[in-house]
């Protein structure tokens, strides 16, 4: 689903912000990704969206090498990862149904199918009744279920999540945390990157830890120590 | 194409005010180019006016036979360069110079004055150079005794008409350019003010034609309607000025749709370089 092999990325301005980052995340998997602030968590997410291209090393994401990869064929990639981000990024002057719609419009879904496909979107993140609220209109943790929504349109195979749970209070982050876990269930492959080491520890899923731009632990390969995770500070 | 016009009426509805300054800007910044190009076409029709006087006046020789006079007006009238020959007899000279002159006021015997022939030239072949060649050819018949065509003023007048046609040039490129980069600014304002937009639009796997045709069809739309404006305050300034100054001449219709169109394609330009500019950034 995701391979990074010996990913060096380099800003010119701020330098490297990974080292010879290599791992592995496969279908279906649910994956946090780990590390303090500035570790290189962004970093990784905007490699797999390909809204970066590393400077060397290889990336695959559901197949296709983002090295390299005309623009042209980018929003072909995108629309088979959801992305979610700490905050929102939903269009303040449109309400759920029609931020959740939009997406589906911009990839030219049948227009015939966009309601029906939207409310069933919306149920499954259990905002049904709140179509056609506005996003200042609903809570920290509704707006990112509609947020969630609106990843899932096409049915990804892989669900990044940055920080989703960021700004979210503990009810909110459980809520939205099922949420994911669920969307895992049916198949959906997630990564997920977070400060919430709380969160990290209740749940038995593998644990990817960056520092300084470097793999430091992978619960999958054992390689570091868990205690890195455990003795990092919890956001 | 549904979609994108809803985008585009959106974009509208929720910056009206964004939207009016675009389309404010376009059309003065088409004004001021507007009102130059009003200034050039009356200059240019001006010197026209003045140009159409350039003539050769072929004096003939005393008992010049009226079958050889016909027979050069004929050869002259068939050079390429020649739009109207005339035959002036020293009666109708001193006529003429009675009218014109009122030194003459007294004379009225014309045999003092020679027969001559008058010939004007083609809009085109007016420069001195073309002038001086025709005039050559005249001065070979041998009952032509002197060829006047004021060698002094058509110089002088050509050379009006090219540093006019010159100046004229390159202040027309400097305001449209000036033009081009004010419109291009306003244009880029409404694309930052949509940035989150494209962004989340280009996230959600949106092509990147696809964020462009919505910034296309709002340019073009802001310069026709820009456009459109600046013709209306175009006629407007052309209206008062012809009332109260000098009469002026108005573009014909052909070039004023020109400039609206021209005013449509300058949108759309300045739409496509600053959506094209954001993009290759996000």
Known sequence: MIRFSHVVKEYPRTGLALQDVTFRVNKGEFAFLTGPSGAGKSTILRLVIAEETPTSGEVRVSGSLTTGMPRAQIPRLRRRIGVVFQDFRLLEDRTAEENVAFALEVTGAPRDAIPARVSRLLTQVGLASKGTSYPKELSGGEQQRVAIARALVNDPVLLVADEPTGNLDDRATRGVFQLLRDINAAGTAVVMATHNLELVKRNSYRVIEVNRGQLVFDSAEGTGGAATVTSSTPA | ?282
């Open chain 2, 1 to 282: 194409m549904r979609l994108t016009l809803r985008e585009v009426l959106l974009g509208v509805r929720r910056s009206p005010l964004l939207s009016t300054l675009s389309v404010v800007t376009i059309a003065f910044s088409l004004f001021a180019f507007g009102l130059f190009g009003l200034l050039a076409l009356n200059v240019d029709r001006a010197l026209r006016g003045v140009e159409e006087h350039v003539e050769i006046v072929a004096f003939l020789a005393d008992g010049t036979l009226p079958e050889s006079i016909s027979a050069a007006m004929g050869d002259i009238s068939a050079f390429p360069e020649v739009a109207h020959v005339d035959q002036v007899s020293p009666e109708q000279a001193l006529a003429r110079a009675r009218a014109e002159l009122p030194e003459f006021q007294d004379v009225f015997d014309a045999s003092f004055l020679p027969p001559s022939i008058e010939v004007r030239l083609k809009e085109g072949h007016r420069d001195p150079a073309t002038v001086k060649d025709v005039t050559q050819r005249i001065q070979s018949y041998p009952f032509v005794d002197d060829v006047r065509y004021g060698e002094d003023w058509v110089k002088k007048l050509y050379d009006i008409r090219n540093i006019a046609g010159a100046a004229g040039l390159a202040l027309g490129l400097l305001f449209a350019a000036v033009a081009v980069i004010i419109i291009g600014t306003t244009i880029r304002m409404t694309v930052l003010a949509r940035a989150r937009e494209i962004s989340i639009m280009r996230l959600v796997g949106a092509t990147d034609s696809f964020v462009r045709r919505p910034f296309l069809i709002d340019g073009f739309l802001k310069g026709l309607v820009g456009g459109l404006l600046a013709l209306l305050l175009t006629w407007g300034a052309n209206a008062v000025i012809s009332q109260n100054l000098i009469q002026t001449t108005f573009f014909d219709p052909g070039t004023a749709m020109l400039g609206v169109i021209g005013g449509s394609i300058i949108g759309v330009l300045g739409s496509a370089l600053s959506v094209g500019r954001h993009l290759r950034r996000v």
